[in-house]
């Protein structure tokens, strides 16, 4: 699965790379003011901390990446990490992108509930003391409550998830690094993967920018639907196995 990732710029992400790429992942949730934040963690964290200026806003994304790395990568058997390295003039510039795949069995085992052992989720509330009231209040209420972003998927997962595929539940690009086609190299790589072993790909996304770049890559959209705020529309995307695959860089 990673045969060509030295000519593409991806390499494996390794323990060494945690606290870049949590860094990586919370700047990319975060955004920027000439780049929106990820849409679904928007929605999660709330009116309250819409400003992406507000360091309390960074530190309870730091929170989550953290949450989401322990549970995708870390206690994943069936994780594909990859990261990406910028650099100019053959100088390292550090760790510009994080792309997590995985392969499920789906139906059953798409579970609404995150898959983190206790103790880590302790470990990382001690790092980050102030993100722990507010992801154990409102933002807990709109991610896991009856309308909340994780139910819904939840549902949905049932549905369309159901067969083995791969999943893509992290795509990140450091704001820095952004359209210098880093997401395409990466998705490039889970879809010469998952078309290696005959799987399709599933993946959730907010927002119809990011639904155009995924479908450069043959991912066609199978739901969509609004969150209680209704602003924030949520898509469900699907990209069928292909025999051969031809991407041009």
Avoid at 216 to 242: A, H, K, W, Y
Wanted: proline share 6%; charged share 25%; with cysteine.
């Amino acid at each position: 699965a990673c045969a060509g990732l030295g000519r593409a710029g991806l390499r494996w992400l390794k323990p060494r790379d945690w606290d870049e790429a949590l860094e990586v992942c919370a700047q990319a949730m975060n955004g920027t003011e000439h780049c929106e934040g990820d849409p679904m963690l928007n929605f999660v964290l709330g009116p309250k901390m819409s400003n992406y200026q507000d360091p309390r806003r960074l530190e309870v994304l730091r929170f989550l990446a953290a949450l989401i790395l322990e549970e995708d990568w870390r206690w994943s058997r069936q994780s594909l990490p990859l990261a990406m390295e910028a650099s100019l003039d053959g100088s390292n510039l550090g760790l510009a992108a994080v792309c997590l795949a995985r392969r499920s069995n789906g139906g059953a085992s798409s579970s609404c509930l995150p898959c983190v052992p206790w103790f880590c989720c302790r470990k990382w509330s001690r790092r980050f003391p102030g993100a722990k009231a507010h992801v154990m209040g409102e933002a807990a209420a709109r991610m896991m409550g009856p309308d909340g972003l994780e139910m819904q998927l939840h549902e949905r997962r049932l549905i369309y998830a159901a067969e083995p595929h791969f999943s893509i539940p992290l795509m990140m690009v450091n704001p820095t690094f952004q359209g210098r086609g880093l997401c395409s190299k990466a998705m490039r790589a889970v879809c010469h993967a998952a078309d290696r072993e005959g799987l399709p790909c599933f993946l959730e996304t907010g927002g119809l920018r990011n639904v155009a770049i995924y479908r450069r890559f043959g991912f066609e959209v199978l739901d969509q639907f609004m969150l209680s705020d209704n602003c924030t529309e949520i898509f469900i995307l699907r990209r069928p196995c292909f025999k051969r695959i031809a991407w041009s860089d």
